[in-house]
């Protein structure tokens, strides 16, 4: 089965200041890859999927955007952070066997200040 | 479009009481459904999903739910609740016919009572 690593876990960042968060999935080839926001009382936002490398589809319009440099690798990027941005990011993935099960990495939690 | 509604933001319940979470679902096309657990700062984990057949479905931890297509629902059971089971339930589905993504209800925090 799949597992997926997200780091960093935790990250306080000012307003205006860059993002990066990393997702890597082992266990599986040619996974799809997702990245969500959850915000406290909002349940879980769709931002991103991608079905395969540099191809990223957007689900909301926003001050964020995605890459997929490498089959397993799925990158959340912001050139400068709002306040808005706060929350906790999950990456995920589906594949070819059981293409509508997600499995989750253990998230990402992001304060900007 | 499809959507799911989580019927309860909160559920507090005794330890060793009975637990159902609610959920509804609209969808114009055949769906699968899913349950996943969010613990205090963790990623989701799925609890059990319906995909066709039986319309009771059994997952990890004790947990059960029913398909009722009927009254498009697909509720959360638990005969009897621990400490261990407090977390944020989630509610999807799924309706392929080309779409890549699951449409999630907004989540259901359930607290269980010592």
């Known amino acids: 089965s799949q597992t997926i690593h997200q780091w960093p876990a935790t990250l306080v960042q000012p307003v205006g200041s860059p993002l990066s968060l990393e997702c890597t999935v082992e266990g599986t080839s040619n996974p799809n890859l997702y990245w969500y926001r959850q915000a406290a009382g909002r349940g879980l936002q769709l931002l991103f999927y991608s079905v395969g490398i540099g191809q990223i589809s957007s689900e909301v319009p926003q001050n964020l955007s995605a890459s997929r440099p490498q089959d397993r690798q799925f990158i959340l990027s912001s050139k400068k952070l709002l306040l808005s941005d706060s929350g906790f990011y999950l990456c995920?993935?589906?594949?070819?066997?059981?293409?509508?099960?997600?499995?989750f990495g253990a998230g990402s939690r992001l304060t900007v200040l | 479009a499809q959507s799911v509604t989580q019927l309860d933001s909160q559920v507090p319940v005794f330890e060793e009481a009975p637990v159902e979470l609610r959920c509804n679902y609209s969808?114009?096309?055949?769906?699968?459904l899913f349950w996943y657990v969010q613990y205090p700062n963790q990623g989701l984990q799925l609890l059990l999903k319906?995909?066709?057949?039986?319309?009771l479905v059994k997952g990890i931890n004790g947990f059960e739910a029913e398909f009722n297509k009927s009254q498009t629902s697909f509720h959360l059971r638990k005969p009897s609740v621990h400490i261990s089971d407090t977390a944020e339930y989630f509610c999807?589905?799924?309706?392929?016919?080309?779409?890549?993504?699951?449409?999630f209800g907004k989540g259901t925090k359930l607290s269980v009572i010592p």
């Open positions: 969808s114009s096309v055949s769906v699968y």
């Open positions: 995920a993935c589906t594949t070819g066997s059981g293409a509508n099960v997600l499995t």
């Open positions: 319906y995909l066709s057949g039986s319309t």
């Open positions: 999807a589905l799924y309706s392929g016919a080309g779409s890549y993504q699951l449409t």
